[in-house]
């Protein structure tokens, strides 16, 4: 699937731009946020005609923790439970990187963390 | 059948988009970067912008964009300047790999800045050795920051103050350095000179100075640039023994260089740690010189109208105007006249207290007043005179004459003598025999308590059947213990409570009147009262024995027996 790479200098950019398979990953606690990033890559990627695939929603990783309510022992045993969720997103592409590296440079809200894995490399 | 991923870990390059490290970047710059994470060594086209294996010149500003890959791997590192592991045929590849861990941020930060720099550039390695920073390639500078270009940093201002120590014992300087420049034209002459006053001010040299002070010893107390000499050499050890052998006189020449340093050294100080007592004169005087000296110089300071106001307030608010004081001025004393206290003598004239012969209450005292100065108020002006000087040296006299009452004063007491005595005869005849029966004053004795006798014992034994038996609390023997008083009273009610259980029980009957009804009652109590006592008397009957056998127990020794 990966065309031939042209022999070229390091940061010298190629004319013909071969396609990788990409992979990004969207993570966050914040499940407004996330969904609105997804959204905006993944028609950011449209607009470019690339094929995507995607958003894939992982399953929902909860952190509890229970702790006594009390910071002392006296008293009757009441107990917190705070839990932690971190939503995961994955979104396929096949696109060139340059091109991914705009995408992803546009849209961004705060507490989404983005991770791009580019394969055949 | 294992699905074909759809990327391979191992050959993929991982990014994650992470905020950029450097906050003192471009404005143009985006706030986030991409940061390489994974450990493949694979070139992203696009990418590899940010990716400090292939860019190590990212952030920095030079010409060397394309430089070898490998060189330019090794130093952008951390441990670039650390000694390679194993020597020469240690692999490469593990060095990068060991790297790759290295926490992104500081990746990031030192190929950012000073990733490539080789030995440092000159310019820079001289800016280091001047600020005192070792010369070990460090550069130091990406943590040093420029005063006063931006607003956070402070900005220099040069100080305005004139060194005294350069100025000449006559010459008088004056700091202007505030005097507002204008125009000749657009203020009048007036106001500059306002101005120009307002805001110069005399640059004065310390006390010492202007009070005469020798020019060399002023030069050397003055000294701000340094002493001549080294911190070791300041005192001698014993530069009392110095300083104390120059009044002396005694060879005084050997002693002149260091005690002069010496003197010089703490100028005015010195003198005042002189330990005699016949120096302390001289500390004083110079204390008080210093004290008016400094005066002095305040003086000489032109007045201002402000001072003289000053002034003026001073003198009359605080100072003694006696020398002031004029006698004849009638407006500074205040007006009276004489003739307005005539009635004072009068007045003291009519006091009682000095005059008292007769008894006058105020009423009469102010009438006898008043007639006296109503009735001769012009005639009799020489009469009235006289009048007066007897009374005045009648109430002298009386008032002198207290000395006559020195007598002694005699105080009678009654002596215990005169009192009436009591003897025992009259105290004893008081009281008589028929209240009081006496009678003869023994010692109580311990009641004896026998033990029971064997007669006794055997009728006893006779009514128990042979048994010994064991009763009470503290399980005793109570038939063969000797018995106390209270016990044989207790032994006697009971046989006496049993008997009156034999008495046959008044019952009441149909027929009975009132009379016969309370005797019954009345007896029906007795019996009841007497049963308790009874009771009564055996319960004391057994704590008392409990509470001996317990103390025989103790005596005796720990035993088997567990006495409750």
Same mark, same amino acid.
């Given at each position: ?121 | ?223 701000? %640039?340094?002493? *001549?000499?080294?911190? $070791?050499? #300041?005192?001698? !050890? @014993?530069?009392?023994? /110095?300083?104390?052998?120059?009044? =002396? ?58 001072? %003289?106001?000053? *002034?003026?307030?001073? $003198?009359? #608010?605080?100072? !003694? @105007?006696?020398?002031? /004081?004029?006698?004849?001025?009638? =407006? ?81 007491? =009654? ?150």
């Amino acid at each position: 699937m990966a065309m031939p790479m042209k022999p070229g200098k390091v940061g010298v950019e190629e004319a013909v731009e071969t396609v990788h398979r990409i992979r990004i990953t969207l993570s966050s606690k914040n499940v407004k946020n996330l969904e609105k990033v997804c959204a905006d890559l993944i028609k950011g990627a449209k607009d470019k005609r690339l094929k995507v695939k995607g958003p894939v929603r992982m399953p929902t990783k909860v952190l509890h923790i229970t702790t006594r309510k009390s910071p002392c022992g006296e008293g009757t045993n009441t107990w917190d439970r705070f839990e932690l969720r971190v939503h995961k997103r994955v979104i396929d592409l096949h696109s060139p990187s340059e091109v991914v590296k705009q995408i992803t440079s546009i849209t961004i809200e705060p507490g989404v963390e983005v991770e791009v894995t580019i394969a055949d490399v | 059948m294992v699905k074909k991923k759809f990327i391979d870990k191992k050959k993929a390059a991982t990014f994650v988009l992470m905020h950029r490290d450097t906050e003192d970047a471009d404005d143009d710059v985006s706030a986030r970067v991409f940061t390489r994470v994974d450990a493949g060594f694979g070139q992203v086209p696009g990418f590899s912008e940010e990716d400090p294996r292939t860019n190590p010149d990212y952030g920095y500003e030079t010409d060397d964009g394309e430089e070898d890959e490998g060189a330019a791997v090794e130093e952008s590192s951390v441990f670039a300047d650390a000694e390679e592991e194993g020597g020469v045929d240690c692999d490469v590849k593990s060095v990068r790999s060991s790297r790759s861990i290295v926490s992104r941020s500081t990746r990031r930060s030192v190929s950012s800045r000073a990733a490539h720099k080789g030995p440092l550039p000159e310019h820079i390695r001289l800016e280091l050795v001047e600020l005192g920073f070792p010369d070990d390639g460090y550069d130091y500078m990406q943590h040093m920051r420029k005063i006063g270009v931006s607003g956070v940093g402070g900005s220099f201002v040069p100080a305005a103050r004139p060194k005294p120590e350069k100025l000449r014992a006559d010459v008088k300087v004056f700091d202007s350095s505030k005097v507002p420049v204008q125009l000749v034209e657009e203020a009048s002459a007036k106001k500059i000179i306002e101005v120009v006053g307002s805001s110069t001010h005399r640059v004065k040299r310390p006390a010492y100075v202007e009070n005469g002070l020798d020019p060399e010893v002023a030069a050397l107390l003055d000294d701000s %640039e340094g002493s *001549e000499f080294d911190s $070791l050499e #300041e005192l001698e !050890d @014993d530069f009392i023994v /110095f300083a104390n052998n120059l009044p =002396e006189g005694s060879t005084s020449q050997e002693f002149q260089a260091p005690e002069n340093a010496t003197f010089k050294k703490m100028g005015f100080d010195f003198q005042e740690s002189f330990p005699e007592g016949d120096e302390e004169e001289e500390e004083f005087s110079d204390e008080d010189e210093g004290a008016r000296s400094a005066v002095t110089i305040e003086h000489n300071r032109p007045s201002r109208i402000l001072d %003289e106001q000053f *002034e003026q307030l001073a $003198l009359r #608010e605080y100072d !003694d @105007d006696d020398d002031n /004081f004029d006698d004849d001025d009638s =407006e500074v004393r205040g007006h009276a006249d004489l003739s307005q206290f005539d009635d004072v003598l009068s007045e003291f004239l009519s006091d009682p207290k000095v005059f008292g012969d007769k008894y006058m209450t105020p009423a009469e005292i102010r009438r006898a007043a008043a007639s006296t100065s109503a009735s001769k108020p012009a005639e009799n002006g020489q009469v009235l005179e006289a009048e007066k000087k007897k009374k005045i040296d009648s109430a002298i006299n009386n008032v002198v004459d207290y000395s006559e009452d020195d007598e002694l004063v005699v105080i009678e007491v =009654e002596s215990e003598d005169d009192r009436s005595n009591w003897d025992c005869e009259t105290v004893v005849s008081t009281l008589s025999n028929l209240d009081n029966h006496p009678g003869k004053i023994a010692a109580p004795s311990k009641p004896r308590r026998k033990a029971p006798t064997l007669g006794k014992v055997l009728e006893d034994k006779e009514a128990t059947g042979g048994i010994i038996k064991l009763r009470g609390k503290a399980s005793l023997p109570t038939d063969f213990l000797p018995l106390r008083p209270q016990a044989e009273k207790a032994k006697q009610l009971k046989s006496l409570g049993k008997d009156s259980c034999k008495k046959p029980q008044p019952v009441s009957r149909a027929g009975e009147t009132p009379e016969e009804r309370k005797a019954r009652k009345a007896a029906v109590k007795e019996e009841r009262r007497e049963a308790r006592a009874a009771k009564k008397a055996l319960k004391v009957l057994y704590k008392d024995e409990s509470q001996r056998a317990q103390h025989g127990a103790a005596h005796t020794g720990p035993s088997g027996i567990h006495l409750p």
